[in-house]
């Protein structure tokens, strides 16, 4: 009985975060780098001037045909604090889970370069997480 009302629930929830994000609402928990959520609405992006000039940066060099440790590297030798850096010198929220480390890294500039955000293109809900127990009760039947 409690599993068919967690599955129930689960899927509710769900059903909530696609509608908000085919009507274009952000559903994420952090805002991506180069923007902050609004104040008034939680749901909406707004363009963070700092690091907003950081990502262009980021894109014009890739552009200039820099490799992607180059990169990092000229980001790091001129003192630009990387994302986690940034969001804890302005007291912004940030994952634990990211590393603690304060220097750029090549995923970090691949996930900005790879990102449709950047694009102005707000793309959601690209991977799921089964429950376990629901994918546990389907191979029961």
């Not at 994952?95 to 220097?103: E, K, L, N, R, W």
Request: aromatic letters at 12%.
């Amino acid at each position: 009985m409690n599993d068919q009302y967690y599955h129930q629930t689960s899927k509710k929830i769900w059903h909530v975060f696609d509608y908000k994000g085919r009507n274009g609402q952000y559903i994420g928990s952090f805002a991506p780098y180069g923007y902050i959520k609004d104040p008034k609405d939680k749901h909406q992006l707004i363009v963070d001037p700092e690091t907003a000039e950081i990502v262009k940066k980021i894109c014009e060099l890739c552009l200039q045909g820099m490799a992607k440790l180059q990169i990092v590297m000229y980001l790091n030798d001129h003192g630009i604090p990387s994302l986690t850096a940034y969001r804890k010198l302005k007291s912004l929220p940030y994952s634990p889970t990211i590393s603690d480390a304060p220097m750029w890294r090549n995923k970090i500039i691949t996930d900005i370069l790879l990102d449709p955000i950047y694009t102005e293109d707000l793309v959601q809900g690209r991977s799921r997480v089964k429950s376990y127990t629901f994918c546990s009760q389907s191979s029961i039947k």
